[in-house]
């Protein structure tokens, strides 16, 4: 019922997805959190933070609205790419869940700020396949990430993305491999001279030395609804990438492309969960690609039962998670 609703894209589809986000988020406006503190090199959000970490009520609305922004680019991404159909609304409909399967995640933290530039970079490697020259895209993707890790420093480790993607597209010329260091260091270079100007270059680079202590263990340890159901995505997750890569969808070079993109950016997001949060939801950037999966396989299936059940089921979680979360 849920997957052949959400395959179209109409006024009726706009308003569930705007209704389901409204219901998984209303103990967050009922109850609303502070802004997630930064970490000393994510300077843009610190600015953010410094503004909106008095006014939670605030924060919660835009954290609110930037997800359902994010949600409906995706899906338009998606749709130009053709990797899920022209008039489906499925991929909106996903991330929304997936992006608010726990308490942590309706409230204001870097990722959810930093997510549009990753969109963003993840629909130009879609497009660079279909295209010969490319060394500007490499550019533009490689800004779009440092961007990013100004909102949210640990994205910049999605380096690893850009040149696993460039192996993955066959691009092996010496000059494209150097750009993305151009870049990343670019936004870096206006901040540097921002710092300059009012005298504290010195003072600000000094604290690159203490990145290492970013890394460790989970502050806190993830409560068992958590457990629960960010088990029970990923699950609908691995089953979503087999069927995306079984006998019942027939793809050509350029979807198989996208998917092997998606693949690398999985591999990437891997290590950005050893960076330290106080909730690892705060760096689950595979909810980009396993939105993009699940969309995906559900474009191509065509017996709904059991794939209608277990996402049902993911949502009846996520709310009990929730609900349980503003009794207590």
Not at 38 to 65: E, H, K, M, Q, T
Not at 176 to 196: D, E, M, S
Not at 235 to 263: F, H, P, T
């Amino acid at each position: 019922m849920l997957i052949r609703f959400f395959r179209s894209s109409f006024l009726a589809q706009y308003t569930m997805i705007v209704l389901t986000a409204a219901v998984l988020w209303l103990p967050a406006f009922l109850a609303p959190k502070a802004p997630a503190a930064p970490d000393p090199y994510s300077w843009f959000y610190r600015w953010i933070y410094d503004v909106l970490s008095g006014l939670p009520s605030v924060s919660v609305i835009i954290a609110f609205l930037l997800m359902l922004f994010q949600a409906f680019f995706l899906n338009a991404v998606l749709v130009n790419y053709q990797l899920i159909g022209r008039v489906s609304s499925l991929a909106a409909f996903i991330y929304v869940v997936l992006m608010s399967l726990s308490p942590a995640q309706t409230m204001l933290y870097p990722m959810l700020v930093a997510m549009p530039f990753l969109i963003y970079a993840l629909s130009i490697f879609f497009r660079m396949y279909e295209r010969t020259d490319n060394e500007l895209d490499i550019f533009n993707v490689s800004f779009l990430i440092s961007l990013a890790s100004l909102f949210w420093f640990p994205a910049i480790s999605l380096i690893i993305w850009i040149f696993l993607s460039l192996l993955v597209l066959a691009i092996t010329r010496l000059r494209c491999w150097i750009i993305p260091f151009v870049g990343i260091l670019t936004p870096y270079l206006f901040l540097a001279t921002v710092f300059f100007l009012y005298n504290e270059l010195l003072a600000r680079s000094a604290t690159y030395l203490n990145i290492p202590t970013l890394l460790g263990l989970l502050t806190a340890f993830p409560k068992p609804t958590d457990l629960m159901v960010f088990g029970l995505m990923l699950l609908l997750a691995l089953k979503a990438i087999q069927i995306a890569y079984s006998g019942i969808v027939d793809n050509n070079i350029a979807v198989r492309k996208r998917k092997a993109l998606l693949n690398a950016l999985i591999i990437s997001s891997i290590p950005l969960l050893l960076f330290k949060a106080s909730h690892p939801a705060h760096h689950l950037l595979l909810v980009l690609p396993f939105t993009t999966f699940m969309a995906f396989s559900y474009t191509y299936i065509k017996q709904y039962r059991q794939a209608n059940f277990f996402l049902m089921l993911l949502i009846v979680t996520a709310l009990f998670n929730h609900y349980l979360s503003l009794i207590r």
